[in-house]
């Protein structure tokens, strides 16, 4: 009797913990959720987070400069797969989320985070390697800015905040 409640309730905590664990990964194969747009941290379980110093992601864009109303190409390269990510430009005076992204890769989407379009993620959970974007400047100036990106390798594995050089801002409207 004491044996079959035992397995009895070891079957049950399987399933229990088996069925959390399929509605935490099932629920973010598509993108970042919203509560993810101030602190870009996965929502998901996280057994390991990494330092944003990594070596082998690499947020770039070839402009050091910018005037308003610019189109910023962004890349991400990185040297191993990830599956999911988290972009967004940012002032540096204030870290208030800006811009809007005008181009982005397949297998991402747009958020509005504050904006619309303010943000980019993944649309779904293939693997990632290199991607491609191009941002688009307030016409009104806001100052110099970065890029950030949180990236998910893996369920258990991210990176948060990952950042870009400085792209300054040059002249006004």
């Given at each position: ?7 009895h ?11 959390c ?51 910023v ?47 980019v ?37 991210y ?15």
């Open positions: 009797m004491e044996d079959s409640r035992r397995a309730i070891a079957i049950v905590g399987w399933a229990c913990t088996t069925l664990l399929v509605s935490y990964v099932s629920a973010f194969s598509h993108g970042a959720s919203l509560s993810a747009c101030t602190d870009m941290m996965p929502r998901h379980l996280r057994v390991q987070l990494h330092s944003p110093s990594n070596n082998y992601i690499i947020v770039h864009t070839n402009m050091s400069f910018y005037f308003p109303g610019d189109k190409p962004v890349t991400v390269r990185s040297t191993q797969d990830f599956m999911g990510f988290l972009l967004q430009a940012r002032k540096v005076s204030n870290d208030e989320i800006t811009g809007t992204f005008i181009f982005i890769p397949p297998g991402s989407k747009l958020l509005t985070c504050f904006e619309d379009g303010d943000t993620t993944h649309s779904d959970k293939s693997l990632k390697r290199n991607l491609s974007f191009v941002w688009k400047a307030p016409d009104q100036p806001i100052g110099d800015i970065k890029f950030f990106i949180s990236i998910v390798q893996s369920y258990f594995v990176w948060a905040k990952i950042e870009s050089a400085i792209v300054a801002q040059r002249g006004q409207n």
